[in-house]
């Protein structure tokens, strides 16, 4: 059952998972920097008649605790924090005392600030790792995961695009 005030979430269809990506079209109009959907399962692939797509850096795993490249899956996390954190009128109090450029008359409030910027992060990234534990799960073929993750992230996607198509056991 999708959740309506995700941005980013599973994509689905009668035969379950096979993908993710920014589900809200305002979100992603406004995310010129986001490609489309991350796909993994092969029928949906096969029937994609782009190949091979645009390379992109993709992990095609759960994301680490530090970002060390701008992998696609990380700029879907950018997205989910950016829009809880727009829900949130605490930060938004905050937020806009920063902008007009208020001193802060204690320190308190900039660690307030900070606190709910960082547990957004961290709560983020719990969300989009489950999504993506849960997607690998259902809609990747194995094999090609594997052959795929043996190469740098800019080729990775369209390795495993190639080997999930063209695997005999996926069909």
């Keep these: 059952m999708p959740n309506d005030n995700r941005p980013v979430d599973l994509l689905r269809d009668p035969k379950g998972v096979y993908g993710i990506g920014i589900t809200h079209e305002d979100v992603r109009e406004q995310e010129s920097s986001c490609y489309e959907h991350l796909i993994l399962r092969s029928d949906v692939l096969a029937d994609s008649a782009v190949f091979p797509i645009e390379n992109r850096e993709t992990?095609?795993?759960?994301?680490?605790?530090?970002?060390?490249?701008?992998?696609?899956?990380?700029?879907?996390?950018?997205v989910m924090v950016a829009e809880a954190l727009k829900r949130n009128p605490r930060y938004q109090e905050l937020e806009e005392e920063r902008r007009q450029n208020l001193e802060w008359s204690k320190e308190e409030r900039?660690?307030?600030?900070?606190?709910?910027?960082?547990?957004?992060?961290?709560r983020q990234l719990i969300n989009l790792n489950g999504m993506l534990k849960r997607l690998i799960a259902e809609a990747a073929e194995p094999n090609a995961l594997k052959l795929a993750r043996r190469f740098h992230p800019v080729v990775r996607e369209n390795i495993y695009r190639a080997a999930a198509i063209r695997d005999p056991a996926a069909n």
């Excluded at 992990?59 to 605790?65: A, E, F, M, N």
């Design 59 to 78: 992990l095609l795993h759960t994301l680490p605790k530090h970002c060390f490249m701008s992998a696609y899956e990380w700029k879907l996390h950018e």
């Design 110 to 122: 900039r660690k307030l600030y900070l606190k709910i910027k960082w547990g957004q992060h961290k």
